[in-house]
Every structure is written in C-alpha cells, then in structure tokens.
C-alpha cells in the first residue's frame, strides 16, 4: 500500500528541515508518494496567495502532511492546513532527551492542544486605528472532542489522567465552559482529570515538571505553555508535534521559521525528524517509528549535533546520521 505524503515546507528553516525528515522516511522500507506543494511567506509575495489552493486540496486528500513552517504568513497558512485535515488536537510532546543539557532533565510532558478556536479562530477587528478587538471562541463540542481525544490517549497510553490547564477564574464564561466540559467527559470516562490555573502551571513547571504528565489546554495556552517546556528540555529544535483530525492528521516541528539561521544549514532536524516518526506511527508503521526514535536518541547522545544543542554539524550531517542509523 502507498502512503500519499504532502510535504509542505513553507519558508526559513521548514525548507531545510522538511527536507531532512523526508531523506529519513525514504531510508526506510515503506512505499511513499512524496507530493511538494507550496505556501507561505515566500509564495505570497510571488503570487499574493500564502496558500494557494492546490496546497489545500492536497493536504485535505493525502493520507498524512509534512509540514515546515510559516512566518509572517502563519495565521493564513498553517492555521486553514489544521482545518483541511480537521485537526481538533495538537499533540506536542515535550521530553529531555538523554546527553541534552536541559535546564529540567526530569521533563516528561505531552501537551494535548484544543485545535481549532480560542483566540485563534480568527474573529479579529480593527475597530479604528487606535482600537482592535478579539474575540475568543469557546464551544462545548470542541471541548468534549478535546477530552475524548485525551481520555483516549491517557487510556492507551496507560497513564494516570491528565491535567487541565486553563483561567477560568478570569475568562470565566470561555475557559469555563472549557474547564467544565473537559472534567465533565473525564468524569463520565472514568478518567482522572486535575485542573491548574495556566499561570501557576507556568511556574511549577519551571520548578518541578514532574508534578505534570498529559496537560490539555485551549489553543493559545497549548501554543505558549509547550513552547516554555521547549526551554525545558533543550530548545525548540526538539518539539515535535502531530494535528491530528478523524481521518487526517499534519505534522510539523513546534519551531517557527528562525530567520536567524535560515539558509545557514545549521537548522536542527530533530523536531522534525520526530514529527515524521509520529507520522508513521499514525500510519501504523510502530516498529519503523520506534526505529526513528531510536536513531534521533542516539544522534542526540552520539552527535553529531547542530549549534543550538552546542556542536558545530549542518543539518545534512544530523540527518546523514540518523539515515545511518536508521
Ligand atoms: N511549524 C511551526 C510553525 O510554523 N509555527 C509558526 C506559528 O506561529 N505557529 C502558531 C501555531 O502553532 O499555532
């Protein structure tokens, strides 16, 4: 059976990175179709289409995306590419690797993302020059497919519960709804669920990640929170992380498009590479995502490494590395 893959790479770095994660799912012995498209920063300025529609469409049929990243053009890209594949959840893992220097070694923490509204469904204003309004969007359904999704995956995944990070004591009536709706489904699943305020998680998490497993939280905390525990582990060259839809699902690394480096070579791969392991993993590929893992673990420990983890590889070094091991 082929598997039908849409490698998107958008711009900066995602051109680099995609790459490397694609020379890593070719090294293995499963049938892929790689289909490139287009979007981002770089394509609107050619066209004045960040997305353009045949890069829609083929992440709406393909059985899986890779994506890269988006810059200025984010909101116009990598958010309608969540919807062409429905995606509510956004599984982003945030673990210290063995041989990292971590500020907090002892992380081990899976954010589960509500996917679709909070603050970023997009209902922006600008009312005047001076004044501009948002507005956050909370719906029961959306929060009870969260919570199935996380009662689905603390119980597959054999853990304890999970907790749900919010502010409700503040946006009472949107991350109330969510609060109750998420515990409500726990509760009924027989699922254990415990609740922290966003901001003291902000905090204990610094101070001891371990206090946390599953953390399910609505969109724009799920987007700042894992990016916080990306400064726990090592950096954001080591976030993973899976859209996942009923039928569909994108993934992409948690970093953005780092201009810092971009056409240096030097991008890390990791994010990325693991991304692509949690995409076979999706696809039932177990033993080949174990084997992906497995190969990026040992590059961590082994090297060689990109700069932002301390050495002196370029991406491609990385990434030869892990084919080998692969
Ligand atoms: N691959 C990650 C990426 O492109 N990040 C840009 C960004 O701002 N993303 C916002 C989000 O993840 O919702």
Redesign the pocket.
Known sequence: MTHEIAVIP?DGI?REVTPAAVAVLEALDIDFEFVEADAGDAVKEETGEALPQETYELAASADATL?????ET??D???PL?SAVDSFV?IRPATAYPGIDAVRPETDLVFLRENTEGV?AGLEDRLTEDVATLTRLTTRSASRRLAEFACDYVEDSDRDGFTIAHKANVMRETDGLFRDTVAEVADDRGVKADEVLMDAFATRVCLDPTQFDVVVCP?LAG?VLSDLAAGLVGGLGLLP?ANVGPDRALF??????APDIAGEGVANPAATIISAAMLLEYLGHHDEAAAVTEAVETTLVEGPRTPDLGGDASTEDVTNAIVDRV
């Not at 994506?67 to 810059?71: L, N, Q, S, T």
């Not at 992409?252 to 498009?257: D, F």
Request: charged share 10%.
């Open positions: 958008g995602g994506f890269g990243a988006a810059g984010a909101a890209v990598i958010l969540r956004n970023y969109n987007d992380s992409e690394p948690v970093h953005g498009t």
